[in-house]
């Protein structure tokens, strides 16, 4: 029983060093202990050697696209992308079935081992493609690509900072509402939505975007502003109420208020639209909610707007 205990002691603690060691990309529920040698990209999700040209990207997709991703990676697919085939593994992990494909692939007279590792998980699959120059290959054993497949893991949530900290601007009141999506270095969705998924409500959401250029000259604001409210899709039976240039954080700056009905569910909404004005850049906000429920959610959304400022 002594030995059992021991052994049971030794594994706990090489399990937390294990768990200790997984590194998650910013923004990224999937992640994973590195091979020594690879560091966080600053260029996408996941980690580099960039000087051996040694690459391990990570991604999450949706479950759906999982027979898409079987297809994709047999050898006559491959083939056809100018991999060849080397093997083909199915495991079963913790989190969910798994697979791994190993092929070659020449790009610019360099020659590559190419591994693509994915688990179809309970919301997601987490994907990982490793690339490794041939002249790099005695650095990174197949033995060290292996252990840091193994220790892909899935986190349930990525903290609201670090979700906040991708954005080119400062959200500095969530006002009560969830972070439905982020484009890293562009746009953010808050909704009241409690998940991602279309459900039958047109739950209150408000989207803020930054974007390059804008009307240079205040007289020409009006007509960018109608312009950029009729790209906004889902809307039908629209009736703009009003469109005016008001001040936002001190900034000159632009409002459209509208009625109309949502293309989905056919419900009553309202719609608003604002624009910020700066030097080079300009801040698109867009917020929609059910008619019945307007005036509360038009209160948040100022809270929103208000507390937008860029980094």
């Not at 590792?117 to 699959?125: E, G, H, R, S, T």
Request: aromatic letters at 6%; hydrophobic letters at 45%; proline letters at 6%.
């Amino acid at each position: 029983m002594t030995i059992l205990r021991s052994l049971l002691v030794l594994l706990a603690l090489l399990s937390t060093a294990q768990a200790a060691d997984v590194v998650f990309p910013v923004g990224s529920r999937v992640g994973l202990a590195p091979p020594p040698g690879l560091s966080k990209s600053n260029n996408f999700q996941g980690f580099e050697d960039r000087e051996h040209n040694v690459a391990m990207i990570i991604a999450a997709l949706p479950r759906e696209a999982h027979w898409d991703l079987q297809r994709s990676t047999t050898a006559e697919e491959l083939k056809k992308r100018g991999l060849t085939f080397e093997q083909r593994e199915d495991q079963k992990l913790a989190d969910g079935d798994a697979f791994l494909v190993i092929a070659h692939q020449e790009v610019e007279k360099m020659k590559l081992r190419k591994w693509i590792f994915a688990v179809l998980a309970q919301d997601l699959i987490a994907l990982v493609t490793v690339q490794i120059p041939d002249d790099a290959a005695n650095l990174y054993p197949d033995s060290a690509i292996r252990t840091a497949l193994s220790s892909i893991a899935i986190r349930a949530t990525v903290p609201v900072e670090e979700q906040l900290g991708m954005l080119p601007f400062r959200v500095g009141d969530l006002a009560q509402f969830r972070i439905g999506g982020v484009i890293p270095g562009r746009a953010i969705m808050l909704t009241d939505s409690p998940s991602d998924d279309l459900g039958p409500n047109v739950d209150a959401h408000i989207v803020v975007a930054v974007a390059p250029g804008g009307p240079g000259q205040a007289t020409n604001r009006d007509t960018f502003a109608r312009d950029l409210f009729g790209t906004i899709p889902n809307l039908k039976d629209v009736h703009v109420n009003s469109a005016e240039p008001l001040r936002i954080g001190g900034q000159p700056g632009h409002q459209v208020m509208a009625v109309g009905k949502d293309m989905r569910t056919g419900a009553d909404i309202n719609v608003v639209q604002w624009l910020r004005f700066g030097s080079g850049a300009y801040i698109h906000m867009i917020a929609v909610a059910r008619s019945s429920a307007w005036i509360p959610a038009y209160a948040r959304f100022r809270q929103v707007r208000d507390g937008i400022d860029l980094q």
